[in-house]
């Protein structure tokens, strides 16, 4: 009796060069799928803010007493930057359009005249000024020569500092 288990001859199978071949295309192909995916999700968790204070200008106003502090920004970081707070000495300053009145004894600061309360934003490569006035009166005792310390704070939780010797 002959046994059932054999198997015919005829039947022909791939090439092993030919399945050889074709298993690396595969895997060239899933490995650049692979990298364009994890470069897009680096891309999205590795961009950064960075705004650098460039100058401080001070000028003092000897007809209503007060300094004008105007801070010119620039972020050179890859994602835009959102300012939401200035600090003069540690002490969150007021919003203002204009320049506080004579003997206020006031801080506040100018972001922009459009964005009197909300946050200056300021996208990648862009550049931006921050007025900050400083008047003198009840609260307020700065002199000429007296040193501030400018911290600008962002939605990111950054803190951008200058330190400014008033004239």
Do not use: C
Not at 133 to 153: A, C, D, Q, Y
């Amino acid at each position: 009796m002959k046994s059932q288990n054999k198997i015919p001859r005829k039947s022909k199978a791939v090439s092993p060069v030919i399945a050889t071949v074709v298993l690396v295309a595969v895997t060239i192909t899933v490995a650049v799928a692979v990298a364009y995916w994890m470069s897009g999700i680096t891309g999205q968790y590795t961009s950064f803010e960075k705004v650098e204070i460039q100058t401080a200008i001070v000028t003092y106003d000897d007809t209503d007493n007060y300094w004008q502090i105007v801070i010119t920004l620039k972020n050179s970081g890859t994602k835009a930057a959102t300012l939401t707070n200035v600090f003069v000495n540690e002490v969150q300053t007021g919003y203002a359009l204009l320049p506080p009145a004579p003997d206020a004894g006031t801080i506040t600061a100018m972001l922009d005249p459009t964005f009197a309360t909300d946050p200056l934003h300021i996208d990648s490569g862009a550049s931006d000024t921050v007025t900050v006035w400083i008047s003198e009166g009840t609260g307020v005792t700065l002199t000429s020569g007296t040193t501030i310390n400018i911290k600008i704070h962002s939605a990111g939780g950054m803190d951008y500092i200058k330190l400014v010797q008033l004239v």
